[in-house]
């Protein structure tokens, strides 16, 4: 009996299920609408479609506006790219670009406001304005030469004008691209150019036509040939003359102690400042590369000595101008009083050059092996190779 009411109470449940398994979807139901209408209210404010496009689109003319101003068309994708990088809330104003870019302009203002008073006070000194203008007769002299060097070279007159233009503003022209000065210097003052132009014209037209002239006379006059240096008579390269050697000299050492100073007044380092003697002559090296000669700067055949005179001459000139530095840099003075003057260092420095090229000349190749710093490779090692072994 009490089987047979429990099986059937079993199947009643079975039929009907308990109360709260019938009404528990209808909860769910209830419950799932109110939460999916908040969800949904907040994902598409009205606010946000009408206020940033606006603030973009405004960031964007201006950029537009200040790349127009400045020489830049920039395109859409540009200027979104600087607007993403440059605004971090997206909106870009005349007030945040300023902030953004002063600190950059004001470093550049300041390295540029102090180069123009180092020039300056470089400028006030008699000595400066006399290695200026030995400067001025140095690119003149070089146009000059390097001209008449390439009409050796069997070139015509617009190629020897070239070349003659490459060998004066050459080193200048460099030196000013590595430290990044725009415009070069013959572009900004264009007489520099003018003035190499017509020395190359001297030096292709005029040149050959004195040295003719002087052979003839020498020629009437029954000179004999002994009187002919023997420099001119054993050297593989064009005879060197004294008087255009010493000219090339003056002109090399006013331009080595004027490529120091062109690193000292842009605050480069010493060592980068003394370099810069040594790359101010590039030009000469441009000629000879032109006219297939040897290397004027690398060169061991003696007489040829532009890399060791001029950096040394500009190390000699750089030395002095830290001693100086060092000296007045204090409220007292530590070693002499005034400090060393500019004169007494444009001296050093271009003596220095002067005299290593005086040196080389004696060096001349065709009285056996040179001595010192020009050896070559070679020579050096046989020199060693006595010392070594005592003989």
């Not at 004001?106 to 540029?112: D, I, K, N, P, Q």
């Not at 020395?199 to 050959?208: D, E, I, N, T």
């Not at 040829?304 to 750089?318: C, R």
Request: glycine share 10%; net charge positive; charged share 20%.
């Amino acid at each position: 009996m009490i089987s047979r009411f429990a099986a059937t109470s079993h199947l009643a449940r079975l039929r009907c299920p308990p109360r709260h398994l019938l009404f528990k979807p209808r909860r769910q139901t209830t419950t799932s609408t109110p939460t999916s209408t908040p969800t949904s209210t907040p994902s598409t404010p009205a606010p946000t479609p009408s206020t940033c496009p606006k603030e973009d689109t405004a960031a964007l003319e201006f950029l537009a506006e200040r790349g127009k101003k400045l020489g830049f068309d920039l395109t859409l994708t540009e200027r979104k790219l600087i607007l993403k990088e440059a605004s971090k809330d997206g909106g870009l104003t005349a007030a945040k670009w300023e902030k953004l870019v002063t600190p950059q302009s004001l470093a550049s203002a300041e390295r540029l406001t102090l180069t123009e008073y180092l020039t300056k006070s470089h400028d006030l000194h008699l000595g400066q304005t006399l290695l200026k203008n030995t400067a001025r007769l140095g690119v003149a002299f070089f146009a000059m030469t390097g001209a008449h060097t390439a009409g050796e070279a069997n070139m015509h007159a617009m190629g020897a004008t070239l070349t003659g233009c490459i060998t004066a503003l050459g080193g200048g022209t460099f030196n000013n691209l590595v430290m990044g000065v725009s415009p070069v210097g013959w572009v900004k003052d264009p007489t520099f150019l003018m003035i190499t132009v017509g020395a190359s014209l001297v030096g292709f037209y005029v040149w050959p036509l004195v040295e003719s002239l002087i052979e003839d006379e020498f020629a009437d006059e029954d000179t004999s040939s002994s009187k002919i240096p023997a420099i001119v008579k054993n050297t593989s390269l064009p005879p060197p003359n004294l008087v255009r050697y010493s000219l090339e000299s003056v002109a090399l050492s006013s331009l080595a102690v004027i490529g120091a100073q062109q690193g000292i007044v842009r605050g480069l380092h010493p060592v980068v400042s003394a370099s810069m003697g040594v790359t101010i002559a590039v030009g000469g090296v441009a000629r000879d590369l032109m006219c297939k000669r040897d290397l004027s700067l690398s060169t061991t055949t003696g007489c040829q000595s532009y890399g060791v005179a001029s950096f040394s001459g500009a190390a000699a000139y750089v030395a002095l101008r830290q001693l100086h530095v060092w000296n007045c840099a204090g409220s007292t003075v530590k070693l002499v009083s005034g400090g060393i003057p500019i004169g007494l260092r444009i001296l050093v420095g271009f003596g220095t050059v002067f005299g290593i090229r005086a040196w080389a000349w004696k060096q001349k190749p065709g009285e056996g092996e040179s001595e010192g710093i020009f050896l070559s490779m070679d020579e050096n090692a046989k020199n060693f190779k006595r010392l070594i072994k005592g003989e």
